[in-house]
């Protein structure tokens, strides 16, 4: 079992492209996560995602971010227009139904 | 929605002294409870959790305590090595929902 995977580990974007960030879910493990974190701070919660559905995006910004966890493939979020206040950690975890979450190594967004 | 608070936010012991994280909620809604430990540049590792129907577990060095009249739970780490200088979390959720996290305690053992 590889665990949850996350790529890229490393993302540098300029101001104003999009960032597209991937995350493939533990085998078995059906409810997807995305959290954000900022340097010396903890996580926040931003998107839960079952196959197909979103189930909760209240911490998700309004404008410029989606994210999907489409029938085949990973979850992937998605960052259109970048700022550089969207530089930061992005952690994916997944976990099955009812139970404890597995987090991926992170995507590092940096936005020049 | 959830709070969290955790203290303290920064932790220094020597090696083999004992070190204890605590964390209040606010929800009484919530029902399950896990810590993570994260290393630099690493996603967090979940180390423990513990249900509310259930006041303390225990795993080898690391054992959590749940008051839930109270509102808080705690992390306990026994016989400390250094290894275990880490950014700790604790979290709070309802279970198949969102986890409302703490703001971190960084551990230092020194050796």
């Known amino acids: 079992n590889a665990g949850v995977m996350q790529n890229p580990r490393h993302l540098v974007r300029r101001r104003g492209q999009e960032a597209r960030l991937r995350c493939s879910p533990m085998?078995?493990?059906?409810?997807v996560y995305w959290y954000r974190q900022l340097p010396e701070e903890g996580l926040k919660f931003m998107v839960y995602l079952q196959k197909e559905n979103i189930i909760d995006e209240s911490g998700m910004p309004k404008e410029r971010f989606s994210a999907e966890f489409p029938k085949e493939g990973p979850s992937i979020l998605r960052i259109q227009q970048v700022v550089r206040g969207d530089s930061a950690a992005y952690f994916c975890a997944s976990s099955p139904v009812g139970d404890g979450y597995t987090f991926g190594s992170g995507t590092r967004l940096t936005v020049v | 929605g959830e709070n969290v608070e955790q203290h303290p936010s920064t932790l220094s012991v020597q090696e083999g002294d004992s070190a204890v994280i605590k964390c209040t909620y606010s929800d009484s809604a919530s029902n399950y409870f896990p810590w993570y430990k994260q290393e630099l540049g690493k996603g967090p590792q979940l180390i423990i959790d513990i249900r509310s129907n259930v006041g303390e577990k225990k795993d080898q060095r690391i054992a959590v305590t749940l008051n839930k009249t109270a509102k808080h739970f705690s992390l306990h780490i026994t016989e400390t090595q250094p290894e275990d200088s880490a950014v700790y979390f604790c979290a709070a959720s309802t279970v198949g929902n969102q986890f409302y996290f703490g703001t971190g305690t960084s551990l230092t053992v020194i050796p």
């Open positions: 085998k078995g493990h059906s409810h």
